[in-house]
T-cell receptor, first 114, second 113 residues
């Protein structure tokens, strides 16, 4: 089955700095890579995703890159703000019988210091 | 619009007691449904998923079970809880045919004492 490794487990930055979270996956058939943000005590919410036919995707201060050959993808947050503090999960998935079953990384706790 | 309801929000149960967590989705038909458990430092662990009524796939063998008695209802159960069952349980759904995006419920914090 798929295996997703996520690093670092904890990331502490100063407000305004950039933050990068990296994930690797094992199944070359995986073709969809979402990122979820979970604020303290709340549900995970999808913040950005990328498909295997795209190398990079941006949404304001957030960007995700994908290297299919190396089987790794990364989340980049620029100009970090205190409200970016949360746990971020990466995932890898592929279609299987009408559904996608994502395999999640263990999460990165991002702390943005004002 | 679609919404997902999960209850209870918090539950404290003694070891050996039964468990029933319920999740319902509104505003969509034939959703894919999922149960995840979140333990500290272990991320999101998939427990069960369902692509239709009565169709349950188990990812992790344990003393938990799941049932889908109706199209938009997903139930997580246990006959006898263990201490190791403590954790944050999340129900999620996705649209059949656009199944890659998950929408999570608000979760249940289960403490087994």
């Amino acid at each position: 089955g798929e295996n997703v490794e996520q690093h670092p487990s904890t990331l502490s930055v100063q407000e305004g700095d950039s933050a990068v979270i990296k994930c690797t996956y094992s199944d070359s058939a995986s073709n969809y890579f979402p990122w979820y943000k979970q604020e303290l005590g709340k549900r995970p919410q999808l913040i950005i995703d990328i498909r295997s036919n795209v190398g990079e995707k941006k949404d304001q201060r957030i960007a995700v890159t994908l290297n299919k050959t190396a089987k790794h993808f990364s989340l980049h947050i620029t100009e970090t703000q205190p409200e970016d503090s949360a746990v971020y999960f990466c995932a890898a998935s592929k279609a299987s019988g009408g559904s996608y079953i994502p395999t999640f990384g263990r999460g990165t706790s991002l702390i943005v210091h004002p | 619009s679609q919404t997902i309801h999960q209850w209870p929000a918090t539950l404290v149960q003694p070891v050996g007691s039964p468990l029933s967590l319920e999740c319902t989705v509104e505003g969509t038909s034939n959703p894919n449904l999922y149960w995840y458990r979140q333990a500290a430092g272990r991320g999101l662990q998939l427990l069960f998923y369902s692509v239709g009524i009565g169709q349950i796939s188990s990812e992790v063998p344990q003393n938990l079970s799941a049932s889908r008695p109706q199209d938009r209802q997903f139930i997580l159960s246990s006959k006898k809880l263990l201490l190791s069952d403590s954790g944050f349980y999340l129900c999620a759904w996705s649209v059949w045919g656009q199944a890659e995006k998950l929408f999570f419920g608000s979760g249940t914090q289960l403490s087994v004492l």
